[in-house]
């Protein structure tokens, strides 16, 4: 089985890694994705385990067309009764990179009619469009003139764990949060900082790590779990397997906010997962917050700037860069941010830098290594290079 599996640009080394954990074969990043081999068992466990992916896909057929009638007869010719009959919904997700199919909406209206008319042109019946909770999701990728139509083994995004109210929109996705600590190479044996925790997003991720709690623990349903060939029995196994792993060590994860309702639903979003004893909030500045160890890492998300003035965002972002100076020596600190120029008023060098995305925005995820005196940081990155190079 050749699975698809999508993610944010600028994680595709990471998932591809996490992929590789879970037993995946031929992994190779793309764009935006990952592409691999493996049986069902893994299509189970990629749409359980996985912390950087967005959507497990089946690809099940491509073909060429660069006009509306060829796409339709491909999409009617192929033999839908193998997935749905008459009685089942459906719905489907179009994506569309070319000059012959500019509108994904038209595209999926087009190919919806082919797959209803043959159905209806067989036994004079129809299945239902159902966007929320489809019998099967289909999704349908062209690229100038190429199509791969896949199966959605996953049908609601796989970011969402369930530890956040569906009605709050926060502003840091979970999967990117995920893909953040291992890029830092964090690991539960390191104190985490997160001054600007907001509701909660890192401290959660980075807990959910450290008891080796499946990225979609809490979740009751996989898109897989409508098709025809579901096999309870080894979604038990897997389920089952996974959740006899889960430890709930003594870690060092702090957050802080001075939003008392972010920093209430961040306490909710712990006790909702048993994650209470990992994780400790308070409500508090982002200045008043003083390491928690002798060495660790921060990682945060600071405002962008969407209710701050440029003036006040400026000064906040130095505010940040003083803070690190003072009071963070031997501490690894990572922002990301989406405000560029905010970002230069940290007056720090950083020591690694990475492009991501958070939906739409692209960011900058930066991490500054804070070390007393420029003798000790030369000597300190001299010994780490030499482990490296020792492993």
Request: glycine content about 4%; some cysteine; charged content about 30%.
């Amino acid at each position: 089985m050749k699975l698809l599996i999508k993610t944010f640009h600028g994680l595709e080394e990471v998932l591809a890694e996490e992929l590789r954990e879970i037993g995946a074969k031929d992994v190779t990043p793309i764009k935006r994705a990952v592409t691999c081999s493996g049986d069902k068992e893994l299509m189970y466990k990629a749409n359980l385990h996985l912390r950087t992916a967005l959507r497990v896909l089946v690809p099940i057929f491509t073909f060429k067309a660069e006009n509306e009638d060829e796409l339709y007869k491909n999409i009617y010719d192929y033999d839908w009764s193998a997935y749905i009959n008459e009685d089942s919904t459906f719905a489907i997700d179009a994506v569309a990179f070319s000059d012959f199919f500019k509108h994904s909406k038209f595209l999926a209206l087009k190919s919806k009619d082919a797959i209803v008319d043959q159905f209806r042109e067989k036994s004079g019946k129809r299945p239902s469009i159902n966007i929320e909770k489809p019998d099967l999701q289909i999704n349908i990728h062209v690229s100038h003139d190429q199509f791969t139509v896949s199966l959605d083994s996953s049908v609601e995004s796989l970011h969402r764990r369930g530890y956040r109210d569906p009605n709050h929109k926060a502003p840091l996705n979970e999967a990117l949060a995920a893909g953040m600590l291992k890029i830092a190479k964090w690991h539960k044996d390191i104190p985490l900082l997160d001054p600007m925790c907001g509701t909660g997003t890192i401290l959660m991720e980075a807990a959910m790590m450290a008891c080796d709690m499946p990225a979609n623990y809490k979740r009751k349903h996989f898109g897989f779990m409508s098709w025809g060939d579901f096999d309870k029995a080894l979604w038990e196994k897997v389920y089952s397997e996974a959740e006899s792993k889960i430890r709930y060590p003594k870690v060092n994860i702090v957050g802080g906010d001075n939003n008392a309702q972010a920093v209430d639903m961040a306490k909710t979003a712990s006790l909702d997962f048993r994650l209470n004893r990992q994780i400790r909030i308070v409500r508090s500045n982002m200045e008043d917050h003083m390491p928690t160890a002798p060495r660790g890492m921060m990682i945060t998300n600071p405002p962008y700037g969407e209710r701050l003035t440029k003036d006040n965002i400026d000064e906040f972002y130095k505010k940040i860069g003083t803070h690190l100076k003072r009071n963070y020596t031997d501490w690894q600190a990572w922002i990301i941010t989406s405000n560029f120029d905010a970002l230069k008023q940290v007056g720090l060098r950083p020591d690694s830098k990475y492009t991501l995305y958070n939906g739409p925005l692209e960011c900058k995820y930066v991490a500054y290594d804070m070390f007393e005196g420029e003798m000790k940081a030369f000597k300190k990155k001299i010994n780490r290079t030499k482990k490296r190079l020792d492993s």
